[in-house]
């Protein structure tokens, strides 16, 4: 018995493996033909479990030292190029201060602008060290209403550390009744509890703080005669002489991104050209701009202000001027502003008629906690500024 039992299961065991390997083949070959295979896969497939961990930020490639002082590698000389930076403002390489631009009133890195709703920080209400220059230029015409000779004055501001080497976006501002064209400028304008602002400030401190990049700000006296035929002077005259004679000195005297003064030269750098205005300013900014001149300037900044819609509406969607972008309309008034009404009848009655404006896109109604009056306009040119360019 045990002799016969020591011969069977040897002989079993070598049946058994003759089998195992006989199925293993089998299945390997039906996987290798590619026929459908009916056993169960043998390979297990591990399904990541899903992670909590954000997504590392990639940078593109740069030198790889890690030192940086004001942009620049200290180790090879270079220069961050700023690829990304965090809500706050700092490169997330370098760590410099980088300034938020937004399309659609959003920056890339998720940042919304800061908008004010009323007196602006403290700090905007006194002079800033790093001030920028302000100079002032006239020329001789004729008020092509009264044909009488005038003389027509335009200030400059140029930011701190004007760099001719550089380009600058630039910003045309006028003013409304009962000031002059330095009242965007240098002019000490009074508010509330004795206190007084220059608009300057406002402008050294935001690109000092590098909450907007360094601009051109330029500032005209306008034709605010009200008598007989005064729509030629006001509107037609500021048109002509902006389009003829203030931006093509400005262009020829500054670094600007036109390439030369010829009107085409200006119309093709336009998205850097923006008008903006208060009061009757804000007229001017539809009327001699928006109406006017929309193939040079493609931003515009309203302030308390009115306006004729149906000759806007009629103008934007004219042959002439429908290829023409705006790339912004930026209207606001103070809460209890005379003209809060008049601007807000404006706005609500212009986009919804003219498709290239998107209310929350390229065009904003602001309102803040001011009258008619130089507290509204500073907050509200704080806010615009940062949408701007
Ligand atoms: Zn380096
Ligand atoms: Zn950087
Ligand atoms: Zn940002």
Known sequence: MKRENRGFWPLLLVLLLCLGVGVGVLAARMQLSGTEVTTEPTAVIVTPEPTEEPLPVILPEDCGHPAFENGVCVLCGYVCEHPFHSTEGECLRCGEKVVHHYVHALCSCGRIPDYHESLLPDRFYEPCEEAGTILSWSFETTDWSRQMPVTMKVGFYLPYGYDPGQKYN??????????????????????????????????????????????????????????????????????????????????????????DSSPEAISAAREHFAL??????????????MCQSLPYFSRFLCFSGDANTGWIVEQLESPALRDYSVDLYYAAAGDYDVALKGEQSVFYTVVPLVERLVDGENAFFHVCQGGHDWATWSIEIYNALQLVF
């Not at 409304?176 to 000490?188: A, F, K």
């Not at 990049?213 to 509107?235: N, T, W």
Request: avoid cysteine; charge should be negative; charged fraction near 20%.
């Open 170 to 259: 630039v910003l045309v501002l006028m003013h409304g009744l009962r000031t002059t064209e330095e009242s965007w400028l240098g002019l000490p304008l009074p508010l509330e509890n004795d206190r007084e602002i220059q608009m300057r400030w406002i402008y050294d401190r935001m690109i000092a703080e590098k909450i907007i990049d360094p601009l051109i700000i330029v500032s005209a006296s306008q034709y605010l005669y009200r008598g007989e035929d005064f729509y030629k002077s006001k509107y037609e005259q500021m048109a002509y002489e902006l389009q003829n004679v203030i931006l093509p000195y400005t262009v020829e005297n500054f670094s600007t991104w036109a390439e």
């Open 276 to 289: 903006g205005g208060n009061s009757w300013g804000s007229y001017f900014t539809y009327d001699t701009g």
